[in-house]
């Protein structure tokens, strides 16, 4: 008797625990979250981000030569757009924020202020350019927005055993640089980026972010590259600027 | 009784069948052939004094400044450029294959095969200790790997002292690497946290990806020492480290400020960005001989 009602204890657990990994499935795929994706969060994401520009420095901390798009694969379309670029103009025409949209603003250097703006919606602040994205879990209800340097990111969990990671897809863009120096992604590029956490000494956390950029008429094929920031503390060091077109 | 042992294989194939599932969103396939994108900085292509993004210390740029790629006809130096941080900081893709245990089938280790340079590393994935500090250091090191969060994670000790850089910067024998290697559909990012306490000040971070393959990579054996023409007991070529004439180089040609060529650890944030803006100024533009995307690359 004890024997059977011990099988039957352990069958209902792992019921639950096959249902369980289900009901993650079906949240994958679309099916019916069970809850907020603020409840359904695998990794924290929220605080301070300080970008540790170790990579591309020579693209990222400083304004490279005009006409230098080496390691992007700018199609010939774009050539015309790179050697044409006119930071003068672009301050005069109110598009100083080019270099700062969605394809490009993770690799400026600068902080990240990441906060839930509501259970559904994650709200990403730069210091660099005073920009916002939102990332939502839920579909929009209204009807489409004008395009914008952030355009419309669409976000999802993939939980993993112990973790897992966060991925966004960014459409309905304005045209923008992906460097600096004029370097141009068109208004039909989509980002795709994924967001994975790891471990660093002394309890810091690292926040990468694999982003692939894909532009039918400026590149050639996808912009890949995955910039990195550290864990801050706390705000101190938060030092919001504008958006310039030529630093 | 039937009935029981009906119940108990019931019971045991759910138990697997949960036990599976949970494993498979917590690990991917590694193995096959990874393809390098050229998108983020390679060494192949650095100047010889170009420690940007490097948080070295003092001894380490010194040391660094002191180097003369000439130590590369020596034997015992030929191979030193290429330990295992070249693994994210080459030009080379990734071919990984698996090792299973014949009897559980289980995957006891990768291999991340050799390429023209760098040689073969191999990360254990089956809780076998670590070796002894004393045990043999070598280019690829050690590495003990275990699935984390759906990503890879790895460490490797035991390497040879070398370079961190292929240009001179150096790393000892008592550095450790932490790797993480995420998948995301067809791109893998390895990042690399390389940490030493001689010649680090902050550990040195990278990532790369990676996209796979369709047609296999084929690379070739890894380094291979020969006789390059210098005899042993000849002396080491080397530099005073204030007499580089190659020092300057790099900030000349993209008028970099030289601490940030030097690899000066404030330069790696972005406070620093705002103290150089009024004094940067960037160089013209490339005119002639730019090479395929203006890259100054034939200019130099």
């Known amino acids: ?247 | 009784m039937l009935i029981h042992l009906v119940a108990r294989r019931a019971l045991g194939a759910l138990l697997l069948v949960v036990l599976a599932a949970s494993t498979a969103s917590a690990q991917f396939d590694f193995a096959g052939s990874w393809a390098p994108l050229a998108t983020e900085d390679v060494q192949n292509d650095s100047v010889p004094v170009d420690y940007l993004g490097l948080a070295l210390t003092d001894e380490a740029r010194t040391r660094a400044l002191s180097y003369d790629e000439s130590q590369k006809s020596m034997v015992e130096r030929q191979c030193a450029g290429w330990g295992a941080a070249y693994l994210v900081l080459g030009p080379f893709g990734l071919r990984v294959t698996s090792q299973t245990d014949p009897v559980t089938n289980r995957i006891v280790s990768f291999t991340i095969g050799a390429w023209e340079d760098w040689n073969e590393m191999v990360i254990w994935m089956d809780d076998r200790p670590r070796p002894s500090d004393h045990a043999l250091h070598t280019q690829a090191g050690f590495t003990l790997g275990r699935w984390e969060g759906g990503a890879l994670a790895a460490r490797t000790t035991h390497v040879k002292a070398g370079f961190i850089r292929k240009t001179g910067v150096p790393l000892t024998d008592e550095a450790t690497i932490d790797w993480r290697i995420f998948r995301h559909g067809d791109v893998v990012t390895v990042l690399m946290v390389a940490t030493d306490p001689v010649y680090l000040v902050e550990p040195e971070i990278v990532s790369k990806s990676f996209r796979l393959s369709r047609t296999p990579l084929d690379y070739r054996a890894g380094c291979v020492t020969g006789y390059e023409g210098r005899e042993p007991g000849d002396s080491v070529p080397h530099f005073a480290p204030d007499r580089n004439p190659f020092a300057d180089e790099f900030v000349n040609l993209y008028h970099l400020p030289r601490e940030a060529v030097l690899g000066y650890p404030e330069t790696l944030y972005p406070e620093y960005r705002k103290k150089i803006r009024d004094t940067y100024v960037p160089p013209p533009p490339c005119t002639d001989s730019c090479g395929a995307a203006g890259n100054f690359v034939v200019k130099r």
């Open chain 1, 1 to 247: 008797m004890r024997r059977g009602l011990t099988a039957a204890a352990l069958t209902l657990v792992l019921l639950g625990a096959l249902a369980g990994q289900t009901a993650v499935r079906a949240q994958q795929q679309g099916g019916g979250p069970a809850s907020a994706a603020r409840d359904r969060a695998p990794i924290d994401l929220t605080g301070y981000w300080v970008s540790y520009v170790t990579e591309n420095w020579r693209y990222r901390m400083v304004t490279p030569a005009k006409g230098e798009y080496r390691r992007i694969p700018s199609s010939r379309a774009a050539l015309p757009l790179i050697n044409a670029w006119d930071p003068a103009a672009d301050e005069r025409a109110g598009n100083q924020c080019k270099s700062y949209g969605a394809g490009a603003i993770m690799s400026v250097p600068g902080r990240l202020h990441i906060t839930w703006q509501d259970a559904d919606t994650l709200r990403v602040e730069t210091d660099a350019g005073t920009q916002t994205r939102l990332f939502r879990f839920a579909p929009r209800t209204t009807s489409s927005s004008p395009r914008s340097w952030q355009g419309e990111s669409a976000a999802t969990w993939e939980p993993a055993t112990g973790g897992g990671s966060l991925r966004v897809v960014t459409s309905n863009l304005r045209a923008g640089y992906l460097r600096k120096n004029g370097v141009p992604y068109g208004e039909r590029a989509t980002v795709t980026e994924h967001f994975d956490v790891a471990p660093l000494a002394d309890a810091g956390r690292l926040l990468l972010v694999t982003t692939i950029v894909e532009d039918p008429e400026y590149l050639t094929g996808p912009y890949i590259v995955s910039p990195h920031f550290k864990k801050e503390p706390d705000g101190s060091k938060w030092d919001p600027t504008p958006c310039s077109s030529t630093w």
